[in-house]
């Protein structure tokens, strides 16, 4: 049953799809106005009610330390500081994108007040991306919670028992594409790795406050391409404008100030994204003004990379070194040496490096879209690279997660499958009609077709990319395995006309999203429910 207040129903008629990832701005706040209670009157006939029992249960055998950590966070209008003489009015936590860190121990509870002070009637939530937690923490309104209205709070309050890199952001929306966002970090009292620091890498594609806002791309991207030439290009067609361009192409008499033309990535099997970026940051800052980390030559460092973009992938290397994977979304990898990482949308690796002396790039290659992001790292005298820097590094080695193989400690035992279900994703530019099984998802409806499990079931999801477009599919509540013996992970890339088979095991009841984390094709409608049967 959506979590939704009776006076909504004509306002959710505006849009449909607001469940995802972000914020839907004044006029389809509405959509989701809700009180600022998770509870209600319980989960759909014949499916486990997100505050059911059954939930309750499976938290109370979480592993905790006992001990409460407590934030408040407060979702608000700001004007940001991009770098560079760059500002941005957006939306954010506390004044700052990314939002500041939140960091835990495994087996500590979250107590986290969100505030909303969003303008107008602007309706937010937020999403604990990657945790397996309690269903009714999950933030996904109307169907785990009701969102949190404006000027009303809401408290989180979850035991986080599995160690990894994480972040948060609504799930309202495309207010991901905004400045709310922020990691969460889950430290293990047991860490097997030695190294000396750490440093939190958020990788963010940014046009908020700059060309215009997210609702506004999203209006221009759901018209569709409609029958325009695009000159032999598979839907696309011209070339990305600088950040000083005015932006827009007239094709046809449509505007397209913010759809993104041209973009073409061999890794990503063709058309790499639908959105212009005037930038790209890392940790909040553009490349000509970056984000420096300061140590000494010879110190082993983690870097915990997380990609909080909503439709960029990042070719992500450091100039003149080595990176060693050790994990993927938050879990142990056989660890593997590369040159880059190819990183999709909600993915998370963490890498170890051993700093050389001198200046060196950063560098988050918006991949196919011919622009970066960087930061640098500083041990010694040097100079600053030139902010389009290209380390020879972004051309060596690419890992991905196809090449990994999970930790023997996290591996899946082998099992007989359960349930197998065929996840077809579908749609294309033309009509902008994304959506999974040709079903576009309503969330006046969030639980009409759930893809349905039973608890203890080994489970099999065949994702089927029949698109011309990539697509990092995200799972809440759950990390999955590629194939037999591939990395646990809960967001992974499909390639265009490619087929990814993952297994998870049904352990924590509820009623879970499945999406694209492209934030504009889940907003489009490429998205499931998947639903423990009661």
Request: aromatic share 6%; charged share 25%.
């Amino acid at each position: 049953m959506a979590y939704r207040d009776k006076d909504t129903t004509s306002v959710n008629s505006i849009n449909r799809r607001s469940v995802l990832l972000a914020g839907l701005g004044a006029a389809g706040a509405g959509a989701l106005a809700a009180c600022n209670s998770a509870s209600g009157s319980g989960g759909a006939p014949g499916l486990v009610s997100p505050s059911g029992s059954a939930v309750t249960r499976v938290e109370k055998k979480r592993p905790s330390t006992g001990k409460v950590v407590k934030r408040s966070l407060t979702a608000t209008p700001v004007r940001l500081d991009l770098g560079g003489g760059i500002m941005a009015r957006t939306w954010a936590f506390d004044g700052r994108a990314p939002g500041k860190e939140i960091r835990l121990t495994a087996g500590d509870t979250l107590a986290a007040e969100l505030t909303n002070q969003l303008p107008g009637r602007t309706t937010t939530s937020i999403h604990w991306h990657g945790l397996a937690l309690r269903n009714d923490m999950d933030g996904v309104p109307p169907a785990t919670q009701r969102a949190v209205r404006a000027g009303a709070a809401f408290t989180y309050r979850f035991i986080a028992d599995a160690p990894g890199t994480y972040f948060f952001h609504p799930h309202v929306g495309v207010q991901l594409d905004r400045g709310l966002h922020a990691p969460l970090i889950v430290e293990d009292p047991k860490e097997p790795l030695s190294y000396d620091d750490e440093w939190v890498v958020v990788l963010d594609d940014w046009l908020d406050g700059v060309t215009g806002t997210p609702d506004e791309a999203f209006a221009e991207l759901k018209q569709g391409m409609g029958g325009m030439d695009h000159g032999g290009m598979s839907g696309m067609g011209g070339s990305s404008p600088s950040p000083e361009s005015s932006g827009g192409h007239d094709m046809g008499g449509m505007d397209t100030s913010f759809m993104l033309m041209g973009a073409d990535s061999e890794l990503l099997g063709g058309d790499a994204g639908d959105v212009k970026y005037p930038y790209h940051l890392v940790n909040g800052r553009v490349p000509r003004d970056p984000a420096v980390y300061t140590g000494k030559p010879g110190k082993r460092v983690r870097l915990r990379i997380i990609n909080a973009g909503s439709d960029t992938a990042y070719r992500v290397a450091l100039g003149g070194h080595k990176l060693t994977v050790t994990h993927t979304d938050g879990y142990p990898v056989e660890h593997r040496r590369t040159d880059a990482l190819l990183i999709g949308m909600g993915e998370r690796y963490d890498v170890l490096v051993t700093l050389d002396d001198g200046v060196f790039p950063l560098v988050a290659l918006a991949e196919g879209k011919k622009a970066s992001g960087m930061a640098l790292i500083r041990t010694g005298p040097g100079g600053k690279p030139s902010p389009t820097v290209r380390p020879k590094e972004l051309d060596g080695m690419i890992m991905s997660a196809s090449r990994l193989r999970a930790a023997d400690e996290v591996r899946l035992s082998a099992k007989r499958v359960d349930r197998v279900h065929r996840i077809e994703l579908t749609g294309g530019m033309d009509k902008y009609n994304w959506a999974i099984n040709g079903r576009k998802f309503d969330m006046n409806d969030p639980d009409a077709s759930p893809l349905r499990v039973e608890e203890g079931q080994r489970v099999r999801l065949d994702f089927v990319n029949t698109t011309d477009m990539w697509h990092p599919m995200h799972l809440h509540g759950h990390t999955y395995q590629l194939g037999s013996a591939g990395p646990r992970k809960d967001t992974t890339i499909v390639l265009p006309k490619k087929k990814v088979s993952v297994v998870f095991d049904a352990d924590n009841p509820g009623q879970w999203m499945l999406h694209c984390h492209n934030a504009y094709h889940g907003e489009a409608g490429m998205m499931a429910l998947v639903a423990y049967a009661s």
